[in-house]
């Protein structure tokens, strides 16, 4: 009996020591290294900023939205999203330098980013800011942009612009035909096909395709709640947003033209008023 009563209290004492060590393991497991939770709470606290940086974006608060992504990114300096938008921030700041810098330090980690390439080019082509404008970095920007992707048509309706301002109208002509090979409902592109044929005297054909930019134009629709670039919150829009065509304010309501013979020339001369004018500063 006393050597059964051993071999029991062996036993017992045996399974505690096993369920004593398993249990000694299974707390191990419940408790992180001390770099893991650290590098957890780092990936808690980016998101938690870029999703203010977000929203603050969407509601049009400018300022506090770049202060959240300049936070996004002292956590995390390789977020391109973080820094693509806070170049839109600063560019709604008017900080154009800044935002400059935003897309090129993006470029330069990653020259594939045509976003980013488009954007430079649209600040380069911007001559209502001095201190950015260089139409041959935009030409540069847009090239680079339309061999990065070649689907969309707007680094080509830009190059047209760009040869519009340097005297080169059988370039222009070329790109906005190409537009339109892509999109045949351009009206911006029928629009400055009609200016050019208007230029040298062709009524005939600057009629067809001011007739086709007239047909195919529709009423813009403003995103509720949201202001662009410029804008004031009575409404009234003091600085061209950098997404808008140079030529917007001659083809923007269209759809509302009676005579299409007499407003043709009327809005194709004062455009070339202002064509004139911006070259004067090239």
Known sequence: MNFIKHIILFLFIVSGILNSCSTDKSEEKEVPPPE???????ISAFW???RKAQKYRIDGQWKEA???YEQSLT?????????????????????????????????????????????????????????????????DEFLKTRE???????????????ALLKGEDNAAKDYFQSVIGS????????????????????????GQMFDLAVKYSTPEKSIDGTLSEGDTKDGISYLRPLNESLFHEYFKELFEIKNKDHEMIDH????????????KGI
Not at 91 to 110: G, R, T
Not at 126 to 138: C, G, M, Q
Not at 154 to 160: A, D, I
């Open 36 to 42: 893991i939770s650290a590098e957890k709470q780092k």
């Open 48 to 50: 938690e900023a870029y």
């Open 66 to 68: 770049a202060q959240y």
């Open 75 to 139: 956590i995390n300096n390789e977020h391109e999203d973080s820094r693509f938008n806070l170049g839109n921030m600063y560019l709604e700041l008017e900080q154009y330098k800044k935002a400059e810098q935003c897309w090129l330090d993006i470029v330069e980690v990653n020259p594939g980013s045509a976003r980013s390439h488009m954007q430079l080019g649209r600040l380069y082509l911007s001559y209502e800011r001095p201190e950015t404008f260089d139409i041959e970095k935009a030409r």
């Open 148 to 162: 990065l992707n070649r689907v969309i048509t707007g680094p080509s309706m830009l190059l047209g612009h760009v």
């Open 183 to 206: 999109d045949i409902k351009s009206v911006e592109a029928y629009f400055l096909l009609g200016y050019l044929d208007w230029k040298i005297g062709n009524m005939d054909k600057a």
């Open 268 to 279: 194709y001369q004062h455009m070339d008023t202002k064509l004139k004018e911006i070259k």
